[in-house]
């Protein structure tokens, strides 16, 4: 059983994710008040999955995950951020968090975004050979609106990064967010046209838009093309759709702190800070995302 450190210095805030966490995944959970008390406990048994408040005494959730990806390089630490916090969670995604989950959404989004982190990290440790003679590869994909297909993308595109021993295992981790957030972005607003702002009037209406619309045409025919370039230097991935296209300076900055918690522009936010380049083209229907060599 696979296990996860929920660290917060709310007493109310660590009931609540363990009974989310025990009542909707097979994931054991250990608690702790702060980072101090996290990295004592991680010393007698390893995290598979750290969840961790930002602001706490002691030691915060920043220098948490500073720490954690120091010692166990490859797990997966995802932030509970609350207003006020977006500065610290900006800047704690850039030195090596997965992803992040409003407070204010824990019930609705925190599960779903475990189940995506953990599936992430473990196709990655799947594959550990690494093949020196290969200088290049490319890769095109073309596929339907189904998102079960993405993961199995990621695990095979993660092998070819260690066919090249192209970075460590954050960083592949982080690399895969990214493609994941760019695949799920063609297929949800690309492809079937749907509103990411239906989010936030109800997680149900959402999910059930997107489900009507896979049955749909013209919706139904489109496709989400991959290609993937790798050599020594750099991982160049292109993700594009057969939607209808859109203006991305219209998306709220997601490098702003202020804007973490709007549904607009989370996955964007995510891809920008994982990312050493990232560009749009062919009015918004297609990005180009690059990362270079550690």
Do not use: W
Not at 51 to 64: A, E
Not at 166 to 194: K, P, Q, S
């Amino acid at each position: 059983m696979a296990l996860a450190y929920v660290v917060d210095d709310l007493r109310t805030d660590q009931v609540l994710v363990t009974r989310l966490l025990e009542a909707r995944t097979d994931l054991e959970v250990i608690c702790a008040g702060d980072g101090v008390e996290a990295l004592s406990r991680m010393d007698e048994r390893q995290p598979d999955l750290v969840l961790t408040d930002l602001q706490m005494p002691n030691l915060d959730g920043l220098q948490l995950t500073q720490e954690v990806r120091r010692r166990f390089p490859g797990v997966p630490i995802i932030l509970m951020t609350a207003h006020g916090s977006e500065t610290v969670a900006a800047e704690a995604l850039r030195v090596g968090a997965a992803s992040y989950v409003p407070k204010r959404l824990l019930s609705r989004d925190l599960t779903t975004t475990v189940e995506r982190v953990l599936s992430i990290a473990a196709s990655e440790r799947q594959f550990h050979s690494v093949f020196q003679s290969i200088i290049r590869s490319e890769y095109d994909f073309q596929l339907d609106n189904d998102t079960n297909h993405i993961q199995p993308l990621i695990g095979f595109l993660r092998q070819d990064l260690k066919r090249f021993n192209f970075c460590d295992e954050t960083t592949m981790m982080r690399i895969g967010v990214a493609i994941d957030e760019a695949i799920c972005n063609a297929v949800h607003h690309g492809n079937l046209e749907v509103d990411s702002e239906l989010r936030d009037d109800g997680y149900d209406l959402y999910v059930s838009q997107i489900a009507e619309r896979s049955k749909q045409s013209p919706f139904k025919e489109r496709r989400v093309h991959v290609r993937a370039e790798v050599t020594a230097t750099q991982a160049t991935y292109t993700v594009r759709d057969e939607g209808n296209g859109f203006d991305p300076d219209s998306i709220p900055d997601p490098t702003d702190p202020a804007n973490l918690a709007k549904a607009s522009g989370r996955g964007l936010l995510l891809i920008r800070t994982f990312m050493d380049s990232v560009d749009f083209s062919d009015e918004g229907k297609q990005i180009m995302m690059v990362k270079y060599r550690d």
